[in-house]
């Protein structure tokens, strides 16, 4: 019998091989809005929400001054943040932006909102919002439905004020 994980079980921090490291903390902390909680010199970096010890963690150890991999090779597509509200996704949404950000996409897919771009090293990023469950879209056996519906970015942005 395969083994099944514990419900509460959690994706607990991503870590990234970056380029440039000081580039990448500028990035996650004054785009993103994470908070620089430990830094290894050149080398290394950890940044969290709210105190956590970390969301994500950088490193130059096998990366220093790298490119991005190339289109249609293995590897991260994305790592996704997902925020409380539709408010806090609004407020992430217009710091991107502000940084001049590119938007790869963006999606209603029923069971949240979510936004997609690539940070200073291409690393796939999605910031999203989860709708509560007892909205999830279900076909008529109750199974998940989701769908990739357009988003509408003004209203999101509109409540970034």
């Known amino acids: 019998m395969p083994h099944t994980a514990h419900p509460e079980t959690r994706v607990g921090h991503v870590h990234l091989r970056v380029a440039d490291l000081s580039r990448a903390i500028a990035f996650y902390r004054d785009v993103m809005g994470f908070a620089l909680q430990q830094r290894y010199g050149d080398q290394a ?35 996704a943040f997902l925020y409380p509200d539709r408010a806090a996704l609004a407020a992430t949404y217009a710091s991107v932006l502000r940084a001049g950000v590119e938007i790869d996409g963006a999606a209603d897919h029923g069971v949240s909102e979510a936004i997609y771009f690539r940070d200073p090293d291409g690393n796939g990023i999605e910031i999203y919002r989860d709708r509560p469950e007892s909205d999830w879209p279900r076909d008529a056996q109750g199974g998940l439905k989701m769908v990739n519906d357009p988003l509408d970015l003004p209203a999101l942005l509109a409540l970034a004020g």
């Not at 490119?67 to 249609?72: G, I, L, R, V």
């Open 45 to 79: 970096a950890f940044l969290s929400a709210g105190g956590y010890h970390h969301h994500i963690g950088l490193n130059t150890w096998d990366s220093r001054g790298g490119t991005p991999p190339p289109p249609h090779h293995t590897g991260l597509f994305h790592v």
